[in-house]
């Protein structure tokens, strides 16, 4: 508590208890007046409850030092240094507080700064609040205050050069702000910032702080080292390399190799199970990158089935693949390019898999376990011919990042708090990437995306009626769901219109229901493996051979993965109503992929054949087994998690743990099974080697013989330069086609000659090694002058320049 009188400026300490009964013996008596807080100019900040000043009578009766100061008894009777000297004794309590002196003070009627005196010790509490007295109800004063505020401020009544108006050596210089826990260097530093001078005499305080840096910075922990950008560089790359994903897709990408081995062995030269769909696929990807560099606008106006217009749409299309296409040139490029996309859609397939099971509540191994019985199964390595229908890695890679999207999953339900749009914006893309890469396995998805917003929309209004309360969805997501949708339809429309035209131009090429019929499988090839599984190939011969058309109707999925799924109906960490909805789905694909095997399809196939724009299209519903095959391996999933959780569970209550390791190796077994049902014995046939005679034919040109076979083996060859061809390979045959081979039967003679030259056709290409059995192995040497066109045999072929 501070305490002044009117007009004076001046301030000292009150003394109390001991340090009054002292302060008593040497004053002159006067009794000491109540302090007064200072408060001039209304600043905020208020002066510590130490530095309080004695009374003006008090001040009168004191002994003067040398320079003008006065010098007040301690309780231990020693004399305290005046002004000149400096206050330099330190106590704990300013030890214990760090603050309080840093405050500059002002007198109560003055209005000057300084006319408070300071002290190196504090208050009990650390500091006075609102100018109120300290614990003890007095300020400890070890140290004096000025006679007058005014006179001694500084020499000849000149401020101090550090720009205060004097005041005592432990003030800081004006800027420091109390507080800063360094209570053993501020007085040394305002004292050498002060501007005043000391008398010689007294230099006894002055050796006893010296101006050396503080001796317990000594003592401190040393500060940890900053990393380097090398260091920190090198820390992110390793958490990226051990992270969940980036283990999980090199995993994929390894097991693709192993199990689609010898695909890469001899990558240029061949192609798995045969070279007749698999040419037909590698020319597409070629002929999309090609022209998307060269002449987008002429895409679906392809070099081959010339002069038809549209026939790049006669089939489907891979136009996903198209960046991968843009590199290389050539036929052996060509097949490079498919073998390794071949790898990559089983390594796409998986991680998909992987990825929402994990999405949906999965364990590691569990999800695994999907991801592997998914791309591996079974029933398609019937379809090792058929990359579009192996490139199905994207429908449940984008079922992943839209439930990630919409912070839903089948173990947790929806959670608001885990939404995020990027996702959903993400998930739309790679659905819509899914379904450029043809309808054949694209239109279901699309069929199924629109069928499940419209489900959640009405189970979200259903529950906002039902309890009159809204889950939290936000209008970010919305418009994610509202943009993403609108480019998904808009990609499945600019793939649909020429799909259309192709119907209309053909519409003989439309499917009918005894086209189906003929592919439809029956009960038993959802037990029934192809040829090429190395587990169950040549058990299954006999059962192949009672099947119609067996590449299409042998579909087993595995029975680990049947044994798996059984289990996953009992014990799983999914929900029981969970599981009864996938074994409806299960049960509900069967039906469909059977075509009209079940009930003639008057309750399945037929309806949507009938009803769904595009899906007459679809020849084969054997391919609906993608879907039961996916829901098989969340059933399994979800049995295989709950396996692992309750070993992690025992082998926690152990002590020691054995037999742990055991156990946890033990719930791979599920794992295990699936990749070995999964093994192969596909055939790598080589590729027929491009004639030179194509190289140097001048388009529009024919190579004969023609069929729907050796055509696809023409499309490939095209790939150098991408001349125009009339030959061509597909889902039909056009009807020009058709009359071009049926006239070029009795190539060369004038009719054949006419017709193709009406066509633009400019040369024409005998293969000599493919006459055996055929017309040609007779006329191909025959005289050509009289028919006004050139012949020329170049290595193994005869080209004729029409």
């Not at 993400?426 to 396995?441: D, E, N, T, Y």
């Not at 001048?698 to 490939?716: R, T």
Request: aromatic share 8%.
């Amino acid at each position: 508590m501070t305490t002044g009188q009117p007009g004076t400026g001046k301030a000292r300490p009150t003394p109390t208890g001991t340090d009054a009964e002292t302060r008593s013996a040497s004053a002159s008596g006067t009794p000491a007046q109540p302090a007064r807080t200072s408060d001039a100019s209304g600043k905020a900040s208020a002066p510590t409850a130490e530095t309080t000043a004695p009374s003006a009578g008090a001040v009168a009766d004191q002994p003067r030092s040398s320079d003008g100061g006065t010098t007040g008894a301690t309780t231990s009777g020693e004399p305290q240094p005046s002004k000149g000297g400096g206050a330099k004794e330190e106590t704990a309590g300013d030890a214990a507080t760090g603050e309080g002196d840093g405050r500059k003070g002002s007198a109560a009627t003055g209005g000057t700064e300084g006319g408070t005196a300071t002290s190196d010790s504090t208050a009990k509490d650390g500091s006075a609040k609102d100018g109120s007295p300290a614990k003890d109800g007095t300020a400890k004063a070890d140290s004096t205050a000025k006679a007058d505020s005014t006179t001694n401020a500084g020499k000849d009544g000149a401020p101090a050069k550090d720009g205060t108006d004097g005041g005592s050596e432990d003030v800081p210089v004006k800027g420091t702000g109390a507080g800063n826990g360094r209570w053993w260097s501020r007085g040394r530093r305002a004292g050498r910032t002060g501007g005043q001078a000391k008398p010689d005499g007294d230099t006894k305080t002055d050796e006893a702080k010296p101006d050396d840096p503080d001796r317990w910075e000594a003592f401190a922990s040393a500060p940890e080292p900053r990393p380097s950008i090398v260091t920190r560089a090198g820390g992110a790359v390793g958490r990226f390399l051990i992270h969940e994903w980036t283990l999980a897709t090199l995993g994929t990408l390894a097991l693709a190799v192993l199990m689609t081995w010898p695909t890469l062995r001899y990558p240029r030269y061949t192609l798995p199970q045969d070279y007749w769909d698999p040419s037909l696929q590698a020319w597409q990807m070629a002929w999309s990158g090609h022209i998307l560099l060269a002449e987008p606008a002429r895409l679906w106006q392809s070099n081959t089935f010339f002069p038809e217009l549209w026939s790049f749409a006669f089939s489907d299309t891979l136009l996903g693949y198209a960046p991968a296409g843009m590199l290389g040139s050539g036929p052996e490029d060509a097949v490079l390019r498919y073998n390794i996309m071949f790898v990559l859609a089983h390594a796409l397939a998986t991680l998909g898999g992987y990825a929402l099971a994990r999405q949906l509540g999965a364990g590691r191994i569990g999800a695994a376990v999907a991801g592997v019985s998914y791309a591996y199964a079974p029933w398609l390595l019937a379809q090792a011919g058929h990359l579009h229908v192996l490139s199905n890695g994207g429908i449940p890679l984008a079922l992943a990042m839209l439930a990630r999207g919409h912070g839903w999953s089948l173990r947790h339900g929806y959670r608001p708090e885990r939404r995020h749009d990027g996702w959903v914006y993400a998930g739309w893309l790679v659905a819509a990437w899914q379904l450029s890469l043809g309808f054949g396995i694209g239109l279901p998805f699309a069929y199924f995306l629109a069928c499940a917003v419209i489900v959640t929309a009405v189970l979200y209004y259903a529950r906002r009626l039902r309890t009159g309360q809204a889950a939290p969805f936000g209008r970010r997501l919305f418009l994610a769901d509202l943009l993403g949708g609108l480019f998904f339809a808009g990609v499945g429309l600019l793939m649909a219109f020429p799909f259309f035209k192709v119907t209309e131009l053909h519409p003989y090429a439309e499917r009918t229901i005894d086209d189906i019929s003929i592919f439809s499988p029956p009960a038993s090839g959802f037990v029934t493996a192809p040829a090429e599984s190395r587990i169950w190939g040549g058990l299954h011969e006999g059962a192949r051979a009672a099947l119609p058309w067996h590449p299409e109707m042998t579909l087993l999925p595995g029975f680990v993965l049947y044994a798996l799924a059984a289990g996953g109906l009992f014990f799983s960490v999914w929900r029981l109503r969970h599981r009864l909805l996938l074994l409806a789905g299960v049960l509900g694909t069967m039906a469909f992929a059977m075509g009209t095997r079940f009930f003639d399809g008057t309750f399945t196939y037929v309806p949507l054949f009938e009803h769904l724009p595009g899906w007459n299209g679809l020849r084969t519903p054997g391919r609906l087994m993608l879907w039961t095959t996916l829901l098989l391996g969340l059933l399994a999933a979800g049995a295989v998690t709950a396996l692992t959780d309750r070993v992690r569970e025992l082998t926690a209550q152990r002590i020691p743990s054995w037999p742990g390791p055991w156990l946890r190796t033990a719930t791979l077994l599920p794992l295990l099974l699936v990749a070995v049902e999964g093994l192969n014995t596909t055939p790598h046939p080589v590729v027929p080697t491009q004639p030179a005679a194509m190289r140097s034919a001048e388009g529009p040109l024919l190579v004969l013989p023609s069929n729907q076979s050796l055509d696809q083996h023409v499309m490939l060859w095209s790939t150098s330069g991408f001349p125009d061809v009339v030959n061509g390979g597909s889902g039909f045959t056009p009807r020009q086609l058709d009359d071009v081979r049926r006239v070029s039967q009795s190539f060369p003679d004038q009719t054949s000659v006419d017709y193709l030259r009406t066509l633009g056709v400019r040369s024409v290409v005998l293969l000599r090694g493919q006459v055996v059995g055929t017309p040609w192995e007779i006329t191909i040497d025959a005289p050509v002058e009289s028919l006004g066109i050139s012949r020329q045999e170049i290595d193994g072929a005869v080209v004729y320049r029409l």
